[in-house]
Every structure is written in C-alpha cells, then in structure tokens.
C-alpha cells in the first residue's frame, strides 16, 4: 500500500516566520494529495490540495508544492499567526481511500 | 454542502459490550464511506471502507468480527465495536466522498470519542 512519510515531527515559529512541512509517498500512482489541519479532539479541515497534474497550488497564505518525479510535496504556511497553531496532516490517495502521514504539531509563537 | 455527521459524538462503556457509531451523509449520497481511527497523538488510519449494498473491505490487522460495518443505504454506515476493551478507546472518524462517481475530496464527519472502562 502507500506510504506516506512528514517531517518534521513539530515545528516552532515565530509569529510572521514562515512554516515548511514535507511529505513523501511511495506510490506513483498517487493522484491527489490534500493537507488537513486538526486541531484537539476535531475532525481534519481541509487547507489546501494538489492533484498530480498540477505542480503548486497556492490561497492566500498557504501553498503546496508537489514534485512528482521525486514523489514528494510540501506545506508552505507565510506569515504565521498563533491561530494556525494545531497539528497539520498531509495525505495521499491510494485507490480511493487517504493515507496519512504521522502529522506534524506546529506551534506558533507571538 | 457535503455535510457528515456522526453520531454519537462521544460514548463511554464498559469492557465487553458492544457500541454502535453511525455516520450519515446529510445532503448528498454516499455509496462508499471510509472509516478512520485515531489515537491520541497519533495520525489517522483507515480501519475500513464500506460500501452501500455490499461487504465492507478491512485493512490488514483489522478485524472484521469485531468492527462490523454496515451500509445499509445510500446516507447510513454504521460501525459497531463488539466487545469493547480498554484498548478499542479511540476517536473515531467516517468520511465520504460527495458524489456517486467519487471524488477527490473527503469530508469527514466530526468523530465519535470512544472511551472503554
């Protein structure tokens, strides 16, 4: 099945700084590749997605980045203000269902 | 559009018993839905995919005797956890694609918060 490696783990920012995440999936057949945000005891909210015809995506803040070839994407979050703060998910679609990777908790400081 | 809901948001049995989630697609038809599990502090993990009308499909390491899946139509999947022990404790989350044909987006429902005494 796909696997779906994020890095880091947590992240520290300082308010204004800008935030990186980075995910890798091993399968090439992957297609879409969606970023959920997930704060305490919530469902995941769908930030941003990607699909595999496209190579960025970006919303105000918020951008994703995807490089098929070397089968990875990433988060790129501008301007950070403490309420971006919560664990953020990226995932990968795999036949019909989402694979996620492990989260990363990105706590933003004033 | 494309709202899920899960009921019931949070339930606390004894170990042993068994506890019935169900999750409904409000405003559009879903013949497929996913069931997730999360630990705490831990990411999401597809337990099943159920289909409307027939089986449900289980991950590997997933026991279908214990987590039984029902789709029964269109806007319904149920999981029931039979059995319950201390270690089932999790939040469980459904989500469906918003059209028959699927979709690349998932909407999830908000979670059943499961704890097991």
């Known amino acids: 099945g796909e696997n779906v490696e994020q890095h880091p783990s947590t992240l520290s920012v300082q308010e204004g700084d800008s935030a990186v995440i980075k995910c890798t999936y091993s399968?090439?057949?992957?297609?879409?590749f969606p970023w959920y945000k997930q704060e305490l005891g919530k469902r995941p909210q769908l930030i941003i997605d990607i699909r595999s015809n496209v190579g960025e995506k970006k919303d105000q803040r918020i951008a994703v980045t995807l490089n098929k070839t070397a089968k990875h994407f990433s988060l790129h979050i501008t301007e950070t203000q403490p309420e971006d703060s919560a664990v953020y998910f990226c995932a990968a679609r795999f036949g019909y269902a989402l694979n996620f990777g492990k989260g990363t908790s990105l706590l933003v400081t004033p | 559009g494309a709202v899920v809901s899960q009921h019931p948001s949070w339930v606390i049995c004894k170990s042993g018993t068994s506890v019935k989630i169900e999750c409904r697609s409000l405003d559009f038809q879903a013949t497929t839905m996913f069931w997730y599990r999360q630990f705490p502090k831990q990411s999401l993990m597809l337990m099943a995919t159920s289909n409307e009308g027939s089986k449900a499909t289980y991950e590997q390491g997933v026991e279908k005797d214990k987590f039984l899946i029902n789709h029964a139509s269109l806007t319904l999947s149920t999981l029931t956890v039979t059995s319950a022990h201390p270690e089932d404790s999790s939040f469980y989350i459904c989500?469906?694609?918003?059209?028959?044909?699927?979709?690349?987006?998932?909407?999830f429902g908000p979670g059943t918060r499961l704890t097991v005494t």
């Open positions: 989500s469906a694609p918003p059209s028959k044909q699927g979709g690349y987006e998932q909407y």
């Open positions: 399968d090439s057949a992957s297609n879409y």
